[in-house]
Nanobody, 123 residues
Framework: QVQLVESGGGLVQAGGSLRLSCAAS????????MAWFRQAPGKEREFVAA????????YYADSVKGRFTISRDNAKKMVTLQMNSLKPEDTAVYYC????????????????WGQGTQVTVSS
């Protein structure tokens, strides 16, 4: 059972930056593909970014390409999401997720989820 704990959310003005972190409990963290999803009020949860177990492959939603960067440190069992040039439409609860399968943008490929961290971008 993998436990994931997100941190780093908060309130920021449009154009600002935030860095989200996700700490994992699992000692075999390096076996997992990791991803970030987000869910805005009244909307479905959507894919943001994913990274392979080695960090060698990264994928982004079109809406965040060029602004967000996903990275991981397997020694520290941590994955981060650097978010720059934030927009009001980035406001959502951001979730960290882990998968033993392939690196994917599909929500149902991820087996383990954190509790989420709120990101609010003011205009």
């Amino acid at each position: 059972q993998v436990q994931l704990v997100e941190s780093g959310g908060g309130l920021v003005q449009a154009g600002g930056s935030l860095r989200l972190s996700c700490a994992a409990s699992e000692r075999t963290f390096s076996n997992y593909a990791m991803a970030w999803f987000r869910q805005a009020p009244g909307k479905e949860r959507e894919f943001v970014a994913a990274i392979s177990w080695s960090g060698g492959s990264k994928y982004y939603a079109d809406s965040v390409k060029g602004r967000f960067t996903i990275s991981r440190d397997n020694a520290k069992k941590m994955v981060t999401l650097q978010m720059n040039s934030l927009k009001p439409e980035d406001t959502a609860v951001y979730y960290c997720a882990a998968s033993l399968g392939r690196t994917s943008s599909r929500l149902y490929d991820y087996n383990y989820w954190g509790q989420g961290t709120q990101v609010t971008v003011s205009s």
